[in-house]
C-alpha cells in the first residue's frame, strides 16, 4: 500500500520517503517473497536517485523509466561508460545487456559499433 | 461508441424525436436544441465532463433543460460529484435498468468488465449480485430452470443467492421451463484457455483488433472506398494509401458472410473466402447471360442481398489479409509455438528461452504476463528460484511498478511458487485436451478452435451435458479448484414442463468472469454436433480475451483516460 502510494506522489523526496516505508513493511515480513520485493523496492530508490544525477548532468528526462529503459537510453546518448556502470550496479544479466544494445546502436544506425561489439 | 449503440441505435433515436446525438466527449458541447439528455454509465470521469459542458452553458448564458439517464443504474458517488459541483440541481435523473446485453443470437453480457477482480481480489461479491439478479430475471420470462450444474467458488455463491431470492420472493414464476438446464462456470476453473491466442477467425480478430461491443475500427479505406480514389488506384495500379482515418465496422451474425466465417480456424479461411467469392463472381455471370424479362426480375430480387455479401466479402477478405501478415511473421509463430509447447507440457527450456528473449526484447507486458500464467496453470507452479530470476527480469525492463502487479497475481493464484502434484498433467489426459492430428477443415473436436488444444471450460461442458454428467471424471473435477455441484430446482405447480418434442433442448452456460470469442465458437460448433443435440445460449459477465483479464492486474502508473 505504501508503495502504490509511492508511485503516484510526484513529489520526489516524497516519493522516496513512500519507498523507504514499503521496504521497512517488507522487511518485517518473514516471507521470501517480500524480501525480494524489499531489495527490489530498495533498487528503485537507487535508480531514482540515479536518474535524478543524470538528468542534471545530461539535460535529459529519465524519471519514470525502468532500468532496461535507461540503459537503453544512455546507449542512445553516447554514454556507453554510463550505461556499463549502471549495468553492474544492478546486476542485470548479460543477456539482456546485449539486447538492449543491440535494439539502442541499431537505431542510432552506429554499425562500426555494433561490430566492434 | 458505447455498448448502447446495441440497443439503440442513432436512427431510432432520430425517429423518437432526437435533433442531434453527440457522441459524450471532453470540451464545450455545441448545440442550439434547448433540452439536452445525456445517456452514461455510472462513472465519475463522465460526470466531470458533463458538469464541465453545463457550466459552460450557464457561462454563456444559455438556458437549458438536462436530463441524465445511467445505464444500468445510478451510483451515489456520482450524485455526490454532482452534488459537490453544484449543478446536481440542473438535472432530471432517471435510471434505465438494462442489465443483460444482447451481443448476438446467442451471446449475452452483462458488460461488468471487473467481475473477475472484484470478487477474487477485493473480495467484493456486487457483481455476483448482479448475476444471479440477471438469472432471476432470465427466469422470470422463461421458466425455472430445473437442472442447475456448476463448478467453483463464484457458481456456488451465485447458486445460493438464487435460491433465496427464490425463497424470498414466495410467489413463483408460472411460465413454463423453455429452457432445460443451467451451467454455471467460473472463470478461474480454466485460465488456461483465455491465455492462449485465439485461433479462429473471430478470436484473431479480437486478439488484434479487439473487439469492442461488436465492432471493431478499420481504416476507412477499407470499409468505405470513395469511388474515385478506387479507380485512381485502379489506373496506377498502386493500393490506396491508408487514411489514417477509423471508422467503426460492425460483426455481427446478420452479416451472412461474416455468420459463416467467423467460428472457423483461420488457416482454413482463405479457402473459404475464395470459394464465396467464386460463388459471387458466377451468380454476377449468370446475370448478364440472362435473356427473358422474368428471369431478370428474379435476378433483381436477390441482386441486392448479393452486392451485401460481396461488399462484406470485400471488407472480411481486406482483414483477412491483414492479419495473415500478422500470423505469417515469424514472432507470432513463435509465440504460439510456446504455447503449443506448454499445452502439451513439451520442451520447457524452449519456452523458457522465449520468454527471457520477449522480455529482453521488452516486447508488450501483455504477451509476457500471458505467458507466464500460461507457463503457471500448465507446470502447477514456477519453481521459486526461476520465479525469482524472472520477477527481477520484468521489474527491472518494465519498472518496479510492476511489483504490485505479481503481487495482484500472487494472490490470485495465476503466478504461485510450484507444488509436486502433476495437476495439470492429469486434468489434460483425462480429459483428452491435445488433439493431436486435427483435420481443421472438416473438425470433429473442439480442439480445431485452437488448432490442436480443447478449451478446457468447454470440454467441462461437454461433459456436463453427457447423460452421466459430471460422475464419470469426478477425480478431474476434485483438482480443479472451488466446489462442484448439481442441483434440482423444483418446479412450481401450475408450470408444468411441456417440452415441445420438435424442439432442441436448450442450455443456458453462464461464464462468470468473462468469456473467449473462442469458447462461444467451440460452443456452437459443440451445439452442431449430433451427440449433443441441443441448443447453447451464453451467457458471461463479459466478453474477454486474454488482455482484458490482465489489464485489470497490471499496475499502470499514468491512469488510462
Known amino acids: 500500500i505504501f508503495l502504490y502510494e509511492g508511485f503516484r506522489n510526484p513529489d520526489f523526496d516524497g516519493r522516496l520517503k513512500g519507498y523507504?516505508?514499503?521496504?521497512?513493511?517488507?522487511?518485517?515480513?518473514?516471507?521470501?517473497?517480500?524480501?525480494l520485493y524489499g531489495k527490489l523496492t530498495e533498487e528503485q530508490i537507487k535508480l531514482e536517485v540515479l536518474q535524478k544525477e543524470l538528468e542534471g548532468s545530461l539535460q535529459e528526462p529519465f524519471s519514470g523509466m525502468s532500468i532496461s529503459d535507461t540503459i537503453f537510453k544512455l546507449i542512445s546518448l553516447n554514454?556507453?561508460?554510463?550505461?556499463?556502470?549502471?549495468?553492474?550496479?544492478?546486476?542485470?544479466?548479460?543477456?539482456?545487456?546485449?539486447?538492449?544494445?543491440?535494439?539502442?546502436?541499431?537505431i542510432l544506425n552506429d554499425w562500426e559499433e555494433l561490430m566492434k561489439f | 461508441m458505447g455498448f448502447l449503440n446495441l440497443i439503440a441505435d442513432p436512427q431510432y433515436l432520430q425517429s423518437q424525436g432526437a435533433e442531434q446525438i453527440f457522441p459524450l466527449k471532453r470540451g464545450p458541447l455545441e448545440t442550439n436544441c434547448k433540452n439536452v439528455v445525456y445517456i452514461v454509465t455510472p462513472d465519475i470521469k463522465y460526470m466531470h465532463i458533463i458538469t464541465d459542458q453545463v457550466k459552460q452553458h450557464a457561462m454563456d448564458g444559455l438556458k437549458k433543460e438536462y436530463s441524465l439517464v445511467?445505464?444500468?443504474?445510478?451510483?451515489?458517488?456520482?450524485?455526490?460529484?454532482?452534488?459537490?459541483?453544484?449543478?446536481?440541481?440542473?438535472?432530471?435523473?432517471?435510471?434505465?435498468?438494462?442489465?443483460?446485453?444482447?451481443?448476438?443470437?446467442?451471446?449475452?453480457s452483462l458488460e461488468l468488465g471487473n467481475s473477475y477482480k472484484e470478487y477474487l481480489l477485493d473480495g467484493d461479491r456486487t457483481s455476483l449480485f448482479y448475476v444471479a439478479k440477471s438469472l432471476m430475471k432470465f427466469q422470470a420470462m422463461f421458466g425455472t430452470i430445473p437442472v442447475v450444474k456448476g463448478k467453483g467458488q463464484c457458481s456456488r455463491l451465485v447458486m445460493d443467492m438464487i435460491t433465496r431470492m427464490r425463497k424470498e420472493m414466495g410467489e413463483e414464476?408460472?411460465?413454463?421451463?423453455?429452457?432445460?438446464?443451467?451451467?454455471?462456470?467460473?472463470?478461474?476453473?480454466?485460465?488456461?484457455?483465455?491465455?492462449?491466442?485465439?485461433?479462429t477467425y473471430e478470436g484473431l480478430i479480437d486478439e488484434i483488433y479487439s473487439i469492442k461491443n461488436n465492432a471493431i475500427f478499420l481504416d476507412e479505406t477499407i470499409v468505405n472506398p470513395s469511388q474515385q480514389q478506387q479507380q485512381q488506384a485502379q489506373s496506377t495500379g498502386k493500393a490506396i494509401p491508408p487514411s489514417g482515418k477509423k471508422v467503426p465496422f460492425p460483426l455481427h451474425s446478420n452479416d451472412k458472410v461474416y455468420s459463416e466465417i467467423r467460428d472457423t480456424n483461420f488457416s482454413i479461411l482463405c479457402g473459404l473466402l475464395n470459394k464465396k467469392a467464386k460463388d459471387i463472381d458466377e451468380y454476377y455471370k449468370k446475370f448478364k447471360s440472362t435473356q427473358s424479362i422474368t428471369a431478370i426480375r428474379d435476378h433483381m430480387k436477390k441482386l441486392a442481398s448479393y452486392q451485401m455479401e460481396h461488399n462484406s466479402l470485400r471488407i472480411h477478405t481486406c482483414i483477412t489479409e491483414e492479419i495473415?501478415?500478422?500470423?505469417?511473421?515469424?514472432?507470432?509463430?513463435?509465440?504460439?509455438?510456446?504455447?503449443?509447447?506448454?499445452?502439451?507440457?513439451?520442451?520447457?527450456?524452449?519456452?523458457?528461452?522465449?520468454l527471457e528473449e520477449s522480455i529482453n526484447k521488452k516486447d508488450s507486458i501483455y504477451k509476457v504476463i500471458r505467458l507466464l500464467i500460461?507457463?503457471?496453470?500448465?507446470?502447477?507452479?514456477?519453481k521459486p528460484k526461476y520465479l525469482e530470476f524472472i520477477k527481477r527480469e520484468i521489474i527491472q525492463t518494465y519498472g518496479t511498478e510492476q511489483i504490485l502487479t505479481f503481487y495482484n497475481l500472487e494472490k490470485l493464484g495465476l503466478i504461485r511458487k510450484s507444488d509436486p502434484k502433476p495437476t495439470f498433467n492429469v486434468i489434460r489426459k483425462e480429459l483428452n485436451l491435445i488433439?493431436?492430428?486435427?483435420?481443421?477443415?472438416?473438425?470433429?473436436?473442439?480442439?480445431?478452435?485452437?488448432?490442436?488444444?480443447?478449451?478446457?471450460?468447454?470440454?467441462?461442458i461437454q461433459h456436463a451435458i453427457r447423460p452421466s454428467g459430471w460422475r464419470s471424471i469426478e477425480e478431474v473435477m476434485r483438482l480443479l479448484p472451488g466446489p462442484t455441484f448439481e442441483e434440482i430446482q423444483p418446479l412450481p405447480q401450475g408450470a408444468t414442463t411441456n417440452v415441445k418434442s420438435d424442439r432442441k433442448p436448450i442450455t443456458l452456460v453462464y461464464f462468470i468472469g468473462g468469456v473467449t470469442f473462442s469458447e462461444i465458437s467451440a460452443l456452437r460448433f459443440l451445439s452442431r454436433q449430433d451427440q449433443a443435440n441441443r441448443d447453447f445460449i451464453i451467457l458471461t459477465t463479459k466478453l474477454i480475451n486474454g488482455n482484458q483479464m490482465i489489464d485489470n492486474f497490471i499496475e499502470k502508473l499514468t491512469p488510462d483516460n
Open chain 1, 79 to 106: 554514454q556507453g561508460k554510463r550505461a556499463n556502470s549502471l549495468k553492474s550496479e544492478f546486476k542485470v544479466p548479460d543477456k539482456r545487456f546485449w539486447w538492449i544494445k543491440i535494439k539502442a546502436l541499431s
Open chain 2, 173 to 199: 414464476f408460472t411460465v413454463p421451463p423453455e429452457i432445460d438446464s443451467l451451467i454455471l462456470i467460473d472463470r478461474d476453473i480454466d485460465t488456461v484457455t483465455p491465455m492462449c491466442t485465439q485461433l
Open chain 2, 70 to 108: 445511467f445505464v444500468p443504474r445510478g451510483t451515489i458517488l456520482c450524485s455526490r460529484v454532482l452534488e459537490e459541483e453544484g449543478v446536481l440541481g440542473n438535472f432530471t435523473i432517471h435510471e434505465f435498468p438494462l442489465d443483460i446485453v444482447p451481443f448476438d443470437e446467442d451471446v449475452l
Open chain 2, 374 to 382: 500460461l507457463y503457471n496453470s500448465t507446470n502447477n507452479g514456477i
Open chain 2, 435 to 460: 488433439i493431436e492430428d486435427l483435420n481443421e477443415s472438416n473438425p470433429s473436436d473442439i480442439a480445431y478452435t485452437y488448432s490442436g488444444y480443447a478449451p478446457l471450460s468447454v470440454r467441462l
Open chain 1, 20 to 35: 523507504q516505508k514499503a521496504i521497512d513493511c517488507y522487511h518485517t515480513s518473514k516471507d521470501k517473497d517480500d524480501q
Open chain 2, 324 to 354: 495473415l501478415d500478422i500470423t505469417k511473421s515469424s514472432s507470432f509463430m513463435k509465440g504460439i509455438e510456446a504455447e503449443q509447447n506448454l499445452l502439451a507440457g513439451v520442451n520447457l527450456e524452449a519456452v523458457e528461452r522465449y
